[in-house]
Structures are given as structure tokens and as C-alpha cells.
């Protein structure tokens, strides 16, 4: 378990590393392209869509899991409490990395050097990495192969997390990069803590064993 778990750490961390170079690169420039081109082909609704989409985050990814943990501590229910705490905390460390990351690397959101780039949503600090995608990587990863873990589930948290990482960039506020470096961020928080709460499932199983 433990190698499994420092192996898939280290791939995850030296992909960040590899994208924070990636972005210093001529591959910013096509980028910053792309998202000109997008933005130039949207219209008044599309653009109300994905703004939708965007300012939806929190409400489905601290949501779901927050309901889960209420409703397993009203109910005496340790398995729904025990998954929504970890997801909650799944997503506040991604959160953390983030802006740890964000304000090392001081990258400048797309729209700030860009003129062609138009902010259309919020962009508060630095752009890498997405603060937004580490969120919706850590909680449609838990939705799908934790909470729910159905078909339906992996393909609904899948739309929706895509569609997530869509709006940052059509709304002039994240490069693919940015997302990129997100979604790995997520996934480190994820894995970090799914790994401490498996961990303490096991001490605690062990010890209830123990004469």
C-alpha cells in the first residue's frame, strides 16, 4: 500500500512540475489563442451558461459530501459520516495546495495578458493552478469512486467536472495548464487523505482485534 501510494504521489507531483514549466513555454501563447478563438464564438447565453456552471461549484462539491456527513452524524450512520468528512477535507486540502502553489509561482490569469481575453468570471488570486478544477477533481473523483461509485455517477460526476474545467477557460480566468495542473492538484488531495482515513480504518480495526 504504501508503495502504490508514493508511487502515484511522485507521478503526480513531477506531472505539476512538468506543467509549471510547460507554461513558461511558446505553448502559452497557443493557448491564449485557443481561448481568444472560444471566447470569440460565444454568445450572451452561452456565456450565461458556463458563468452558471462556474459559480455552481461549491454548492454540488461541499453539497453533496456536507449532507452526507450531516445526515451520517443525525443518524448514527459512521460510514456516511466518516466519507463526507474525508471528502470535505479531501477538498480543503486540494484547496490549500493550490493556493500554496498560486502564490509561489505568481502566475497572471490569461485576460491580464492577453488583450484579446475578456474576463467574464471571477479570478481572484493567480492563475496556477486552477483552484476551481483541484475542487471538482478531489469531489467528482470521491463522488464516482467512493460515495456512489455507480455508472451513473462516474459518467454525471464526469459531465459535470468537465464542464467545470470548460467554463474557467471559456470565461477568460484559466489555461489549460492551469486546469491541468488543478486536476492533478486534486487528485493529490484526494489521494493523501483517502490514504490517512484507510489507514485509520485499519489501526482502529486492528485494535478492536487486539485482546
Given at each position: 500500500?504504501?508503495?502504490?501510494?508514493?508511487?502515484?504521489?511522485?507521478?503526480?507531483?513531477?506531472?505539476?512540475?512538468?506543467?509549471?514549466?510547460?507554461?513558461?513555454?511558446?505553448?502559452?501563447?497557443?493557448?491564449?489563442?485557443?481561448?481568444?478563438?472560444?471566447?470569440?464564438?460565444?454568445?450572451?447565453?452561452?456565456?450565461?451558461?458556463?458563468?452558471?456552471?462556474?459559480?455552481?461549484?461549491?454548492?454540488?462539491?461541499?453539497?453533496?459530501?456536507?449532507?452526507?456527513?450531516?445526515?451520517?452524524?443525525?443518524?448514527?450512520?459512521?460510514?456516511?459520516?466518516?466519507?463526507?468528512?474525508?471528502?470535505?477535507?479531501?477538498?480543503?486540502?486540494?484547496?490549500?495546495?493550490?493556493?500554496?502553489?498560486?502564490?509561489?509561482?505568481?502566475?497572471?490569469r490569461?485576460?491580464?495578458?492577453?488583450?484579446?481575453?475578456?474576463?467574464?468570471?471571477?479570478?481572484?488570486?493567480?492563475?496556477?493552478?486552477?483552484?476551481?478544477?483541484?475542487?471538482?477533481?478531489a469531489?467528482?473523483?470521491?463522488?464516482?469512486?467512493?460515495?456512489?461509485?455507480?455508472?451513473v455517477?462516474?459518467?454525471?460526476s464526469?459531465?459535470?467536472?468537465?464542464?467545470?474545467?470548460?467554463?474557467?477557460?471559456?470565461?477568460?480566468?484559466?489555461?489549460?495548464?492551469?486546469?491541468?495542473?488543478?486536476?492533478?492538484?486534486?487528485?493529490?488531495?484526494?489521494?493523501?487523505?483517502?490514504?490517512?482515513?484507510?489507514?485509520?480504518?485499519?489501526?482502529?480495526?486492528?485494535?478492536?482485534?487486539?485482546?
Amino acid at each position: 500500500m504504501k508503495k502504490k501510494f508514493w508511487l502515484t504521489f511522485g507521478v503526480l507531483v513531477i506531472v505539476l512540475i512538468g506543467l509549471g514549466f510547460l507554461r513558461i513555454s511558446s505553448f502559452k501563447e497557443k493557448e491564449q489563442n485557443v481561448i481568444a478563438a472560444l471566447q470569440a464564438s460565444q454568445s450572451p447565453s452561452s456565456i450565461r451558461f458556463f458563468q452558471v456552471v462556474s459559480d455552481s461549484i461549491s454548492f454540488i462539491s461541499l453539497g453533496i459530501p456536507a449532507i452526507f456527513l450531516i445526515t451520517g452524524l443525525v443518524k448514527k450512520n459512521r460510514d456516511y459520516a466518516m466519507k463526507g468528512l474525508m471528502i470535505l477535507l479531501s477538498i480543503a486540502l486540494a484547496g490549500a495546495i493550490s493556493a500554496t502553489i498560486k502564490r509561489t509561482v505568481k502566475e497572471p490569469r490569461p485576460y491580464e495578458v492577453d488583450s484579446r481575453i475578456t474576463q467574464w468570471s471571477v479570478g481572484g488570486s493567480n492563475s496556477f493552478p486552477s483552484g476551481h478544477t483541484a475542487e471538482v477533481s478531489a469531489a467528482a473523483l470521491a463522488f464516482s469512486l467512493i460515495l456512489f461509485r455507480t455508472p451513473v455517477s462516474i459518467v454525471l460526476s464526469l459531465i459535470w467536472a468537465l464542464l467545470m474545467m470548460l467554463s474557467r477557460i471559456v470565461l477568460g480566468v484559466h489555461n489549460f495548464t492551469d486546469i491541468l495542473g488543478g486536476f492533478m492538484v486534486g487528485c493529490l488531495g484526494l489521494l493523501i487523505m483517502h490514504t490517512i482515513f484507510k489507514r485509520y480504518e485499519k489501526h482502529k480495526q486492528k485494535g478492536s482485534i487486539d485482546p
